[in-house]
């Protein structure tokens, strides 16, 4: 793979050339939105999905943009083929302002050691509200933040924590957790509609898991009441927690797994 | 004046070679802070206090850079004498990551009608908190959408109320107003303590009026509590507010224009 190339306005160009100035208005108030895509077998995977949430987030915010589903999907294989990508997670990012601008770059597919499905991974908890939940939006600041603080903890991922002390989503991915074998994870409108997190939810049904669309509290992960609890994302698909902060789970992660193992499935089946 | 040029960590670029590479992440996070500064008379105005507070704003993300004051000051100094700049108002931004970028472009100096001072302004309110109030990150999103929907309705600025109803600050500006003689503004922790805000207390004391600090409600303003209102920027000094939504002041500003005289005369002399 040579990550050669990127496309900027439906021109493929080096990617060196993917550049915006920084005098431009909108890019200093980071008055944009973007999706993450997984690349498999030079196919991006669920693009429907992902387009249509990009165009959501761009009404959410009032970007306007000239930019039409069939030309980005265009350019995402223009740029497959030209630098002949077989894996890889993609970003679409789209700019607002009179002159709106569409970037599509890629790097080495995201993926993680098989440990950490075996394992569980470690996430910590961080106070903060994502802006305009249900939008994927440049505005990423507490996530970064976030996110650097789990990892000088040495953790994976920080789940962010709302003023009333629910566990939300973390910085890039959605939050479950089982508690009475009913999967619990928050209501559509606080947070972002993860396109994995969409499957996860028909996986559960078709596993016949109950589903309460209502956060978990911190609290009562302090208090024991969750026994089994994961993150999902488009390169995660459903990531078992080993512990959150101090609090440690002790499970086998079957039902993680077993939803994992269908989110997979459904990618194969998109790809 | 020519605009012609940019700085680029410590380099004079032209300003089209101003840019940063979408493919960054801390460009995709926004991880960054910056200052706006007013240059009269080929001078940078309260320029020391302006890069204390971009350092305190670094500091306060955890951002990490290489640049010194002595280097951010020698630049400006050199972008004034290459474009023989009089008059602009300029911006440095620091973006952060491991391979951190200083930024210095300008603009034509922002300025306003003599009308707007004298007639006073028209705002608005919207509902939202800014992310870390006390550093003046790239996290702007907030502050956008809030000045479009202020700008979409014919006003100025958007006064920001926060989850309790108070009005803290507005998208681009501190917010203050006269009750019973006294005047009322946020208090330092919740929001950015402004370099020209910190001139208007200065001139409060000198004038002898009372500083409460502690930010109007939106239920106060609603009962006609406030009598006199007013923002204040580097690029405003103070700047009387006509309305804010639907309510209106009936007051000829002379407290607020008193205020304003004093902070333009503190310009002069550090100019």
Redesign the interface.
């Known amino acids: 793979m040579f990550k050669e190339h990127?496309i900027m306005n439906g021109k493929i160009v080096k990617?060196?050339d993917?550049?915006?100035?920084?005098?431009y208005r909108?890019?200093?108030?980071?008055?944009s939105a973007?999706e993450s895509i997984s690349v498999v077998n030079g196919r991006a995977i669920f693009l429907e999905d992902h387009i249509t949430r990009l165009f959501n987030s761009c009404v959410g915010?009032?970007l306007r943009h000239p930019f039409r589903r069939s030309e980005i999907k265009k350019s995402i294989i223009d740029l497959i083929n030209v630098d002949k990508i077989d894996k890889a997670t993609m970003?679409i990012?789209i700019i607002g302002g009179n002159d709106a601008k569409l970037?599509i770059?890629y790097?080495d597919k995201i993926s993680y050691p098989d440990s950490y499905y075996q394992d569980g991974v470690l996430v910590t908890t961080y106070e903060?509200e994502r802006?305009?939940p249900k939008f994927k939006?440049?505005?990423?600041?507490?996530?970064?933040?976030a996110l650097?603080d789990a990892r000088s903890r040495g953790a994976f991922e920080a789940i962010l924590v709302n003023?009333d002390g629910y566990l939300l989503e973390g910085t890039r991915s959605n939050f479950y957790g089982f508690k009475n074998n009913k999967l619990y994870t928050a209501a559509n409108e606080f947070v972002l509609e993860g396109i994995t997190r969409t499957r996860i939810l028909e996986a559960s049904e078709q596993l016949g898991i109950e589903v309460v669309m209502r956060a978990p509290l911190l609290k009562e992960i302090r208090e024991k009441k969750f026994d089994e609890v994961f993150i999902s994302s488009t390169s995660m698909a459903a990531m078992p927690i080993k512990a959150i902060d101090d609090v440690g789970f002790d499970t086998n992660f079957s039902r993680t797994l077993s939803l994992m193992k269908i989110v997979r499935e459904k990618e194969q089946f998109d790809s």
Chains 1, 2 share one sequence.
């Open positions: 990127a990617v060196e993917a550049v915006v100035n920084i005098a909108e890019v200093q108030f980071s008055f973007y915010i009032k970003r990012l970037f770059t790097t903060g802006l305009f939006t440049s505005n990423l600041l507490l996530s970064y933040i650097e003023r």
